[in-house]
């Protein structure tokens, strides 16, 4: 738990040192989560933090396709709450990925943009 919370805060500076505005942290709806919801110049953005201490596995594995339905739900319903009023329809989405990989003191950040696009089929 306490590795999740300091790899979604080091991910929050990470995307601020990128140009991003931190909207959001930990957005619930329902069982779903959104862990980090930024805004910069090309859009809003829909994040995913992985975060895992060095095991040789990259923490991207943990980001199934389960996992991403779930974010681009959470995401769905984020949008029908806030409404066209404070989101402008023309505003581009997008779904990222960080993960970092912890060892000792060293930190091992990743940042995936636009790491995957949601296919709504219902």
């Known amino acids: 738990m306490e ?9 929050c500076g990470y995307l601020k040192e990128r140009g991003h505005t931190v909207v959001e ?3 619930r709806s329902s069982h779903k989560e959104i862990d980090i919801i930024t805004l910069d110049a090309c859009g809003l953005h829909f994040v995913e933090v992985k975060s895992r201490k060095r095991s040789g596995i990259d923490p991207l594995v943990n980001v199934t396709g389960a996992k991403m339905r779930n974010l681009a739900d959470a995401a769905k319903a984020y949008l029908n709450r806030r409404g066209p009023k404070k ?3 023309d505003l581009e989405i997008h779904f990222d990925i960080v993960t970092l990989a912890f060892e000792g003191e060293k930190v091992d950040i ?3 943009p636009d790491a995957f696009f949601p296919i709504y089929t219902r």
Not at 3 to 11: D, I, K, S, W, Y
Request: glycine share 12%; no cysteine; hydrophobic share 40%.
């Open 87 to 89: 989101i402008p329809a």
């Open 25 to 27: 942290t930990n957005w």
């Open 110 to 112: 990743r940042f995936y």
């Open 3 to 11: 590795l999740g919370r300091t790899g979604e805060r080091l991910a």
